[in-house]
């Protein structure tokens, strides 16, 4: 006989819901085991470690870059090489690094600005040497001649100062190395060089690879 106050519906409803309820507390949990709890700890270690990796990685590539980028434009300007002037030692489409320096001898090679170009010749005299060149383009400096290995052949080339000439204070004597087509100090179009045209002393050529290394 149904209990008071409960009909006999409400009450297979009520057994109904519980035995659900119980097979639903009562089925099991998958757990992760301790392996799987292993290998996830050591996923999230590396994904960690290689965020913090990739984060100093490209802070020291900005740096670096930034570092370049100022020394390239302080020290050691990069450097185009336009025309036949200086061939054959240096070749139209060459890149070559400069160091920014007042200090030459015979036989550097100088990069400076003449009006809105800049130039690159080689270094043949200073400030108060006598420069004179004979007929067959060989050069003397205070009297004596230069070694210039460096040349495919000697010319006078487009001169026309009166020889022997002597170098004003605080200026350079410059001469490409192609002397039968360079317009450099024996012409009065160019004549000498003063101290603040010179970007600086060109030593390393970049580009192209098969020239890459020091310059003579």
């Known amino acids: 006989m149904p209990s008071p106050g409960r009909t006999p519906n409400k009450t297979a409803s009520y057994k109904r819901n519980r035995e659900i309820m119980g097979k639903r507390t009562s089925r099991p949990v998958d757990l992760p085991t301790a392996e799987q709890l292993a290998t996830e700890r050591r996923r999230l270690r590396y994904k960690s470690k290689y965020s913090r990796t990739l984060r100093s990685t490209v802070a020291i590539l900005v740096v670096v870059a930034a570092l370049a980028v100022l020394i390239a434009t302080l020290w050691m300007p990069v450097l185009r090489i336009y025309g036949s002037s200086m061939s054959p030692t240096l070749k139209d489409g060459q890149l070559v690094i400069s160091v920014k320096t007042n200090d030459f001898k015979a036989g550097d090679i100088a990069a400076f600005y003449h009006g809105n170009k800049l130039l690159i010749k080689r270094f043949i005299a200073g400030a108060s040497d006598w420069v004179f060149i004979d007929e067959d383009g060989n050069v003397f400096v ?11 052949e000697k010319s006078l ?9 002597q170098v004003p204070d605080n200026r350079y004597f410059l001469m490409g190395d192609n002397r039968s087509v360079s317009v450099d100090s024996r012409n009065s179009a160019v004549g000498c060089i003063a101290q603040d045209q010179i970007v600086g002393k060109v030593l390393f050529c970049i580009w192209p690879l098969h020239s890459f290394g020091p310059i003579r």
Do not use: M, S
């Open 157 to 165: 080339g487009q001169t026309n100062i009166d020889l022997p000439y």
């Open 142 to 152: 205070n009297n004596e001649e230069l070694d210039e290995p460096y040349l495919a």
